[in-house]
């Protein structure tokens, strides 16, 4: 898998699990963050688990990870933080 796909992916993830919340918000990306650490080959099923670890007001803090089905190893990580800008006019 390329990294930019998995980068993708994560990004997707990650936004999608703050759109999940009460607040429903998916931010801006401020940083985000993606280790490979395994390969997963073309055909293979990855399954891609993402979560909120903290939102408050005007930031949010959400990781992922990415496992090959086959064996559950671990082919990459991701830190993805969302900043929520205020809608002032």
Known sequence: MCG???S?????????????????NPGVTVNLNVACLA????????ILDAEVVKSGR??????ATLYR???QAI?????????????KS
């Open 4 to 6: 930019g796909a998995t």
């Open 8 to 24: 993708t992916m994560i990004d997707i993830a990650t936004t999608t699990a703050l759109i999940a919340t009460s607040a429903g």
């Open 39 to 46: 390969p997963a080959k073309l055909g293979e099923t990855v």
């Open 58 to 63: 005007s930031i949010a803090f959400t990781e």
């Open 69 to 71: 089905k086959s064996d």
């Open 75 to 87: 082919v990459a990580t991701g830190q993805h933080t969302k900043a929520f800008p205020s809608q």
